[in-house]
């Protein structure tokens, strides 16, 4: 497919910007949590993951660079 019809065109049909967005997300996830959930039962795990999503979300929304259009 990326022979036939070009690596840009390959990565629009198959959405590829998409899946690069959500590998980095879980890579700035497990950079800020660790690789593995620390607690041993579900509850505590569940609260775990939702204060690193926070925390993940926190810092993207910090780093996010503020847009002004120019006319």
Same mark, same amino acid.
């Given at each position: 497919?990326? %022979? ?6 390959? %990565?629009? /049909? ?10 980095? /997300? ?12 620390? /607690?041993?039962?579900?509850?505590? %795990? ?26």
């Amino acid at each position: 497919m990326i %022979q036939e019809q070009g690596r840009l065109s390959w %990565q629009k /049909a198959v959405k590829y910007g998409r899946r690069s967005l959500s590998e980095v /997300a879980m890579m700035r996830y497990k950079t800020v949590m660790g690789r593995r959930l620390h /607690a041993r039962s579900l509850p505590p %795990q569940k609260t775990e993951a939702a204060a690193g999503c926070k925390i993940v979300n926190v810092m993207t929304r910090l780093g996010m660079p503020v847009y002004h259009r120019i006319t």
